[in-house]
């Protein structure tokens, strides 16, 4: 595996979120752990796409791809909860931005795997350093191995283990694994999402498709950060007016709830999230036929020499994305205008099916 980036400080255990006051899905002071089987899942997944309609990408090897994405980040996933509420050897890396030792280890079951089963690959990964190159193909795994640290410190189980595969600077594939409920969410951003859930008899899978509907759901519900509240977004609440705020950590687990209809609408409009925030979350919720770009209503790009998503991202179903995005664009037009940040143009020669993807996102604002 690639070695770990800079040197970091003891983080502030204080600092730290409280546990969440709303009832869990699932005990989440002891997620699973080593007791899942990760074979029989891949294999319920893998014959879940194959049973699927023609929707599914018939490029050779994404399926198993997706398969290869889930599996890795199953095993993240296994790794991480062996440190749950344990001794974390807890990090800062800089800006209230800790890191532990389930980080770590997630990161390197993680690699194993994908540098095993694909060795010509690149990878990023947010405990690693950036690789020399995109590797052979424009393909480039992106991966968060543990997103929503302060929320496995707080054990309020909501974190997840993000893989994503990005191919010419374009989501392609991602599996987001949410260990507290023992749910993993995987798709493909142009051929479906599924769901598999643990269960005693063993795993279950359900396609993720959400429905068309024209009409703005009343009322909205708007999945927040627990850990970053932003002005702007109580600018964007109050204009929406009828809301009902979903409040979870972790990118990935705010895309799922979108995915499963559970939730309308995410938007955070900073500067400072990153490839492996998005990427992953990005493809499984395009997949489930949601909406994902930037908040400035751009595709998001992978790939890039600095890994910053500059205007943040704006996830929806269709029928929030027609209610939200004329509101949001005024709520962030200064900001937007002025420059958020950070950002580039893929380093790698762009596929033509990326234009076609750009031309549907802007047509979609």
């Keep these: 595996m690639a070695g770990r980036g800079p040197s970091v400080a003891t983080f502030d255990r204080s600092r730290a979120l409280p546990p969440s006051s709303e009832p869990p899905t699932r005990d989440t002071a002891s997620p699973p752990s080593s007791g899942i089987d990760i074979a029989s899942r891949r294999l ?18 994404r399926r198993e791809d997706l398969a290869l994405a889930a599996h890795a ?11 749950y509420g344990g001794d974390l050897d807890i990090r800062d890396k800089g800006d209230d931005d800790p890191v532990t030792a389930a980080d770590h280890a997630a990161n390197a079951a993680i690699l194993e795997i994908l540098h095993g089963r694909r060795p010509d690959d690149a990878v990023l990964s947010e405990e690693s350093r950036p690789p020399a190159d995109r590797g052979r ?38 599996a987001v694994y949410q260990p507290a409920t023992d749910r993993l969410f995987a798709g493909f951003s142009r051929g479906g999402a599924w769901v598999v859930a643990g269960a005693p008899h063993g795993p279950e899978v359900d396609r993720l498709a959400l429905p068309a509907g024209s009409d703005p759901p009343r009322p909205i519900r708007f999945a927040r950060s627990r850990s970053h509240p932003d002005e702007r977004l109580c600018r964007l609440s109050d204009a929406l007016g009828d809301i009902e705020e979903v409040i979870s950590g972790s990118v990935g687990i705010k895309c799922a709830l979108v995915a499963q209809g559970l939730a309308d609408l995410y938007v955070h409009p900073v500067p400072f999230l990153k490839e492996w925030d998005t990427c992953a979350p990005e493809a499984v919720l395009r997949g489930a036929g949601g909406t994902v770009t930037d908040c ?7 790939g890039k020499v600095d890994p910053v998503q500059p205007h943040g991202i704006f996830a929806a179903t269709e029928a929030a994305r027609r209610a939200a995005r004329p509101i949001l664009r005024e709520v962030v037009r200064g900001w937007i205008d002025a420059g ?10 762009r596929d033509p099916r990326a234009a076609d993807h750009d031309s549907t996102q802007r047509s979609e604002a």
Excluded: Q
Excluded at 74 to 83: F, N, P, S, Y
């Design 73 to 83: 980040a199953w095993a993240g996933g296994v790794a991480a909860c062996r440190h």
């Design 340 to 349: 958020a940040g950070g950002g580039d143009e893929p380093r790698a020669t």
């Design 296 to 302: 400035a209503s751009e595709p998001l790009a992978y």
């Design 44 to 61: 319920a997944l893998e014959r879940a796409i194959r049973e699927a309609d023609s929707g599914v990408p018939e490029a050779p090897g």
């Design 137 to 174: 193909g424009g393909r480039l795994w992106i991966v968060d191995p543990l997103d929503g640290t302060k929320e496995f410190i707080a054990r309020n189980g909501e974190f997840s283990v993000m893989v994503g595969l990005a191919e010419d600077g374009r989501a392609v594939l991602g």
